[in-house]
């Protein structure tokens, strides 16, 4: 029989977020028939027993296990990838998502600077023969569709100059906005417009003169967010992804933010992550994702320390 603790450590090698290699090999490699089958029959959430008298795999098992072993392949391509190509591609995956993954297409068109988004549209027209405009007018529905387009069209101006009355008329114009849509305010054309094509410090100003606490829709959040606070909305991105029970679109945010930020803000995010959870972004890590896959991610987060 396998041992209770093998058995145990098999269990929780398999759980979480990647899989603990190490345990499988020092484990597995060493077990003879007898052992292999005492494990499949002391892991009901692993495997069933048949009808034919044989435990087999649970099918919704393999299928997790499968997005688990390619978890640190995929944070491995993507960070040796050049920015421009990694943020193509990115897109291009979430736009064919649909809907649940608006908020990959807002935080790339949004958190990059006007020439790195200049420079993943350039990509995508060289990986995919069209443009992000193109495939964000055919592929994305709803009322987040113009937003989304305006935001992948932009290049916005990067100085320092604010105009203050411009942005107190625009920030009436939101809170009128966010009145008449009842927390719709992307279905408001102006609201789009400012959003889409104001610098980062404007509306930022603008969003200043807004008093009120703003309820609105998920899309219209993300966009401020990203555009005046990234770090506040990456750290709600690795929570979630990070939280019992979140399903596979939201748990690869983990991987998306870590790769995409190493370099840039992963020092604010660290600390903004810290502010809001009460528990430092290395610690929660290192509870929740196993083997290379926590490495990978744990060494990109240092990587980040350093350099920003």
Not at 120 to 132: F, K, N, Q, V
Not at 139 to 149: D, E, F, I, Q
Not at 238 to 250: F, I, R
Not at 281 to 304: S, V, W, Y
């Amino acid at each position: 029989m396998a041992h209770p603790d093998e058995v145990k450590t098999l269990a929780n090698a398999f759980t979480g977020m990647g899989v603990c290699e190490k345990s499988l090999v020092s484990i597995l490699g060493k077990w003879d028939h007898d052992k292999k089958k005492s494990f499949r029959k002391g892991t009901p959430q692993f495997f069933v027993e048949d009808h034919r008298s044989f435990e087999r795999w649970v099918d919704q098992h393999i299928e997790q296990l499968k997005r688990e072993f390619l978890r640190f392949k995929t944070a491995t391509v993507l960070w040796t990838m050049h920015p421009w190509e990694r943020d193509a591609r990115l897109l291009k995956d979430a736009i064919l998502d649909g809907e649940k993954s608006n908020n990959v297409i807002i935080e790339i068109a949004c958190t990059r600077t006007a020439d790195e988004l200049l420079g993943a549209r350039r990509a995508y027209h060289s990986l995919y023969d069209r443009s992000i405009e193109e495939d964000v007018a055919i592929h994305v529905h709803g009322s987040a569709r113009k937003l989304l387009l305006a935001l992948v069209s932009a290049y916005r101006y990067e100085g320092p100059k604010v105009n203050e009355e411009t942005a107190k008329s625009e920030a009436k114009t939101i809170s009128e906005a966010l009145k008449k849509t009842g927390g719709n305010p992307i279905l408001d054309d102006n609201v789009v417009n400012i959003l889409a094509i104001r610098s980062k410090l404007h509306i930022k100003a603008v969003f200043k003169h807004i008093q009120e606490d703003i309820q609105a829709n998920a899309s219209f959040i993300d966009t401020v967010e990203c555009l005046t606070t990234p770090p506040t909305y990456f750290s709600k991105v690795l929570e979630a992804a990070m939280a019992d029970g979140a399903d596979e679109n939201t748990r690869e945010g983990l991987t998306r933010v870590v790769v995409t930020r190493a370099d840039v803000d992963m020092k604010s995010i660290e600390e903004e992550y810290h502010s809001k959870y009460g528990v430092t972004l290395t610690q929660r890590i290192e509870a929740t994702t196993n083997g290379n896959f926590k490495d990978i991610l744990l060494t990109l987060i240092a990587r980040g320390e350093e350099t920003n």
